[in-house]
């Protein structure tokens, strides 16, 4: 039932990359096969083809627009989806923060979407604790850690009747989300350049390699939770027509409880801080809005601001959709910003257009969608 086995972000930092050589047919001997191939293609059409004749008959081009999206490989569909997913957004860094920014093809000035800013390192140290008190589950959670290295939109489908014979374009619409939000989480975690909890203490000792890069998104929080927030908007709109996000909807429920264990899977592991999770919540669920008003056309982006700085707490996502976390009191006042809320959405909810070309393959998933949901 694996969905994108491989796809899944930091799963390539694992050492597990299946590169050992003995997961299948060795690179050798593809290339002899191959030249083999080549080979009997050249003499069987030396054989056949005869003298030259003038083509009777000129194509014209291809016709311009998204329907020539199907005429292209998946790979190259990806590509094209993802350059268009990513254009016109843009990084603006502080020395301890970064703003994610957008702006449309008709828009004069960029609009803030989502500004993150570092905890401290003595909140990291604070909550190495909680890393440590974790571990206490890695036996119960071995098998469900190994898998999420590879894959966890296995864990995502098992909320619905998903598989990838049946909706091809809801997977690749899947992968492409994947792939654009790693782009970004790098950008960020580059940006914000936190440490993992291994640096902090030599009692984590974690049960898998950390990732070459920072802790702060985590990136498996980032990912699950922009691809649950996805999915649900196509099953609701699938099976009630809504745009709108309905927290008491059991396939909602079961979407969140699937991500947020994804994501606490990593602090069991020992690779993440709960504040990580918290972030890449944060991310993943402003980067859903984003993607799903550029590929529908439907629905708002709201611009998201994440203050990590006197964080101590655990992950639920719950509290991440209430907004309920609140900072220390001391971080507070050095930030000089009221209320003390960790999470805060900041002004008027934005409208982006959509893309004609995500248009198109959100078109297509939406309808393999409603065959599902029926």
Not at 30 to 54: D, F, H, K, P
Request: proline fraction near 5%; charge should be negative.
């Amino acid at each position: 039932m694996a969905w994108l086995s491989g796809e899944s972000g930091e799963s390539g930092e694992s050492g597990e990359s299946g590169e050992s050589g003995e997961s299948g047919e060795s690179g050798e001997g593809r290339r002899v096969r191959a030249s083999s191939r080549a080979r009997a293609l050249i003499t069987s059409r030396e054989g056949v083809v005869g003298y030259w004749n003038q083509p009777s008959h000129t194509p014209d081009h291809y016709t311009a627009g998204p329907e020539a999206l199907d005429r292209w490989s998946r790979d190259v569909r990806l590509r094209i989806f993802a350059g268009e997913l990513l254009s016109g957004l843009v990084y603006d860094e502080g020395e301890t923060s970064i703003s994610l920014q957008y702006r449309g093809r008709s828009d004069e000035t960029f609009t803030p979407i989502v500004h993150m800013i570092r905890p401290n390192a003595s909140d990291f140290a604070e909550q190495a604790a909680w890393v440590f008190n974790y571990a206490a589950l890695r036996m119960e959670r071995s098998s469900e850690i190994l898998a999420e290295l590879h894959d966890f939109t296995s864990f995502l489908g098992l909320v619905g009747y998903w598989n990838p014979s049946r909706s091809p374009h809801t997977a690749e619409l899947l992968a492409l989300i994947l792939q654009v939000t790693t782009t970004i989480e790098m950008r960020v975690k580059h940006a914000l350049t936190c440490r993992r909890p291994i640096e902090y203490s030599p009692q984590i000792q974690p049960m898998i390699q950390t990732p070459g890069h920072g802790s702060l998104p985590s990136g498996h929080a980032t990912e699950s939770f922009a691809a649950a927030f996805v999915i649900n908007a196509l099953m609701r709109k699938a099976r009630t027509g809504r745009d709108d996000v309905d927290a008491t909807d059991p396939v909602f429920v079961q979407l969140m409880r699937h991500a947020e264990r994804i994501a606490i899977n990593r602090t069991v592991a020992g690779v993440h801080f709960p504040v990580d999770s918290v972030a890449g919540m944060v991310l993943g669920w402003t980067l859903a809005e984003l993607f799903i008003a550029r590929c529908s056309g439907c629905g708002q982006v709201t611009m998201r601001k994440f203050d990590g700085r006197g964080f101590n707490d655990d992950f639920r996502y719950d509290d991440v959709l209430a907004m309920s976390y609140r900072r220390s009191a001391a971080a507070n006042v050095a930030s000089e910003q009221g209320g003390g809320g960790a999470i805060i959405e900041a002004g008027t909810p934005s409208t982006v257009p959509a893309s004609p070309i995500l248009q198109h393959l959100w078109t297509q998933a939406l309808a393999e969608c409603r065959l599902i949901v029926g």
